[in-house]
């Protein structure tokens, strides 16, 4: 082995262990990297930048820029009204909400798929009473299943393509991906549905009917003089006010007794958990009060609903340490959390990942301190995002897709997406640019010069010579089940575009050992890169989905083995019968 090869192995290796640690930002990692393979002489200067440059990089530019559209107009809102007049059976309504992000998925990235088809889903579960966590992880599941089916699917089916028409002359077609992913996708659907109502079977737990948006949040909030909770025993507030009491504080101390005994007095200070619709409602008659913002209600001000993420560097922090939003004038209102044991003061409580955070504040200071703490906003009542209420953006997107599945360049397709967008109103380029995700966008085109030193420096050559030794490669079957297996095996731990930079090289190699198409090989990395069920941490839509359905981390292993075990015995032998 040379030094060149011996260096890029290690620098991957130290970049995949900081990637799976979620210690360091992702592109800061992205980027030291990318300048440590100049320093070691692995591609030469001008080939530093040129992932930016990449047709990749900017068709998923493109691509989100295209979803922050579709994800304000109000489409589907009229179909979930008519689905649910026809009273459908839960299992159905889990099905088909999970098929529509699925769908959906097939045309844009899994996490914008998410995003538009949660909502109806929760609205249809509570008009059906169909509880939360029956809903929100196949919806997740769903969305990651779609990315199989076509080229935009999902970042790794156009590293893959990139990468088979650099060796071969000519990428993946946009459906090709299609003959393995839509069964696979399928099945996964269908069995991830049929599977929660038997892992999730019980209601949801607030005792009255909460709208859509609506998720069970603590707080903290004081009894004012006219409250209609004074003189109520705690034992009483979860039946006559649908809250559940933590902690009731008088003066400056606790309130110690049983919770039959305790009643509430004016000016006290009441913990508590409940649906955040309860707690409006309450605010709204006066029955508890916020305490005053610090900084008073500045201009901009508005209300963000916002997820801590695994890289966030909140995990593990109080509510009263977070400095990143009191120095800036963001107060911290309420907290949904996974923990469950709830003690002490509100400012007491432990952040963990997949908890979602309530802030107040002016808008761009709360932008700041998310982007600074890597947190991932969810939703604002700030009125800066109206609801598009047409049907042109998603008719442009389909143009879209058609032109690139005839044959367009997809970067091009959807650049003249974005153009007529633009043109039309519908989307502000400048704004739409400083929303998106970038360091997911650096990290992807910072791994793009290290990825091809993989095969440039003869890395892939040894490593497939050692994987040679654990399988007859000889024999393609083996070699496209061992690049299958080794892709999922990585995704739950480092990003799924990270994951086919990586492996492609490795699977050309398999395939010009063994004298063989790459095709299948490469299938096998894009199908195995997105097949990510079995951590919440592995993909952004199961962190969300951990937070919105107040799931555990069993939960996630106890309904994603079987369909990791379904979905990867079924894309081998679909790959092996018709890419071989």
């Not at 991830?192 to 998720?215: C, G, H, M, N, Y």
């Not at 507030?237 to 009643?263: W, Y």
């Not at 309904?559 to 079924?570: E, I, K, M, N, R």
């Amino acid at each position: 082995m040379s030094f060149e090869q011996a260096s890029l192995l290690i620098l991957l290796l130290a970049m995949l262990i900081l990637f799976s640690l979620d210690r360091i930002r992702i592109e800061v990692v992205s980027i030291a990297g990318l300048l440590g393979g100049y320093a070691l002489g692995l591609y030469p200067a001008d080939q530093i930048f040129t992932g930016f440059a990449s047709p990749v990089v900017i068709t998923v530019v493109e691509i989100l820029l295209i979803v922050q559209v579709l994800a304000r107009a109000k489409l589907f809102d009229s179909l979930a009204i008519r689905f649910a007049a026809a009273r459908p059976s839960g299992f159905k309504v889990i099905a088909g909400t999970s098929a529509l992000a699925g769908f959906m998925s097939i045309f844009m990235n899994n996490i914008g798929a998410f995003a538009i088809t949660l909502p109806v889903a929760l609205r249809l579960g509570t008009v059906l009473a169909i509880p939360r966590r029956q809903l929100v992880m196949p919806v997740s599941f769903a969305a990651l299943l779609g990315g199989l089916v076509s080229l935009i699917g999902t970042p790794a089916n156009l590293l893959v393509s990139d990468a088979l028409a650099k060796a071969t002359g000519t990428g993946f077609h946009f459906f090709d991906f299609a003959y393995v992913g839509l069964p696979v996708a399928i099945a996964g659907i269908l069995l991830i549905a049929f599977r929660v109502q038997r892992l999730f079977p019980e209601p949801d737990e607030t005792p009255v009917k909460i709208s859509p948006a609506a998720r069970r949040i603590v707080v903290q909030r004081r009894i004012p003089d006219a409250s209609p909770l004074i003189g109520v025993r705690l034992s009483d507030c979860p039946v006559r006010f649908g809250i559940k009491p933590h902690a009731l504080i008088r003066g400056d101390s606790f309130v110690f007794g049983p919770v039959d005994q305790s009643m509430i007095e004016p000016g006290d200070v009441l913990l508590a958990e409940g649906a955040d619709t309860v707690f409006a409602g309450l605010a709204a008659t006066q029955a508890l009060i916020a305490d005053a913002h610090p900084h008073g209600l500045q201009p901009d001000f508005t209300r963000v609903e916002a997820v801590v993420m695994p890289e966030s560097t909140l995990v593990g922090s109080r509510v009263r340490s977070l400095e990143v939003f009191h120095s800036r004038g963001v107060a911290v209102t309420a907290l949904s959390m996974r923990a469950p044991r709830i003690e002490g003061r509100f400012l007491d409580l432990q952040l963990s990942i997949g908890d979602i955070l309530t802030l107040e504040g002016p808008r761009i200071a709360i932008g700041e301190a998310l982007e600074e703490s890597e947190c991932l906003p969810l939703a604002s009542t700030a009125p800066s995002e109206p609801a598009l209420l047409s049907w042109r953006p998603f008719a442009l997107f389909a143009c879209g897709v058609a032109a690139s599945a005839a044959g367009l360049r997809p970067d091009v397709a959807f650049a003249g997406v974005v153009l007529v967008l633009a043109l039309l109103n519908h989307l502000n380029i400048r704004q739409a640019m400083a929303d998106l995700n970038w360091p997911i966008i650096i990290m992807l085109a910072a791994m793009i010069p290290i990825g091809q030193a993989v095969a440039t420096t003869g890395a892939a050559e040894t490593i497939a010579g050692w994987l040679s030794l654990v399988v007859p490669i000889t024999y393609p079957l083996f070699g496209i089940a061992l690049i299958l297996f080794l892709s999922m095996a990585l995704t739950p731990f480092v990003n799924n575009a990270t994951v086919a930079i990586v492996l492609t090289p490795i699977a050309l190699e398999f395939a010009r050992a063994g004298r063989h198409a790459p095709d299948a090989y490469l299938i096998a990395v894009a199908a195995g890169a997105s097949l990510d069920f079995l951590t919440p941490f592995g993909h952004h839509n199961n962190t969300l989905a951990m937070g919105i359905g107040g799931y555990r981390f069993g939960d996630f292993l106890r309904a994603g083995w079987p369909l990791a075990v379904t979905s990867y015995g079924l894309a081998l032998l679909l790959t092996g019968l018709l890419w071989l």
